[in-house]
């Protein structure tokens, strides 16, 4: 019993480390504003905005998926993360589905979720899509090397992914903890840390997919 014990508490302790590497990542806020609306947001306002960019994955089907292409016209959120994952990542996509699923069907289709694997060993396609499908089956799974996946997160202003090994012989993902989101007008202008609550998001989600954005 005691043992055990151990084990769970340095397991915490992992978990509670990666927590301070990966969700306390300062973002400044800055002075640009939507055209329209209120001038505030419940995410955090990038200091500069990050274009979208072209790089292809392979998708739960096991077939490539263009990033561009397959989001063109859409308000996208992208998530790195893996589906072993405690805490973070089941509670952004249980917060993102659980409000999407109220939304009207022509509000629902202007967005598209993508979920960017940190784990390739553990995540099969099958995994990923078993998982995702327990949120919301319309959300997209994406997979690659662990360099392709850091590659393209760093092109996102996140910090690589990072594996930690545990007593037990399992190991965990440090990963970013915050879902980018990009606008119609192909560029990210808003952070969403862990943390984000189910009102934040359907403050905010009905208004990306309307407003404009003043540089």
Known sequence: MRQS????????RAIGAL???FVSGPIAACERRPQNGPDEYRGRVLPEPIEKFDFTLDDTEGQPFNFIEETEGRVTLVFFGYTNCPDVCPIHMANIAAVMRDFPFDLKQQFRVVFISTDPERDTPERIREWLDNFDPSFLGLRGSVEEVNDIAARMGVPPAQRVEVETGDYLVGHSA???AFTRDDMAHLMYPFGTRQADWAHDLPRLATETWDE
């Open 5 to 12: 014990r151990l084990s769970r508490n340095r397991w915490q």
């Open 19 to 21: 927590a301070l590497v």
């Open 178 to 180: 915050s879902v980018i």
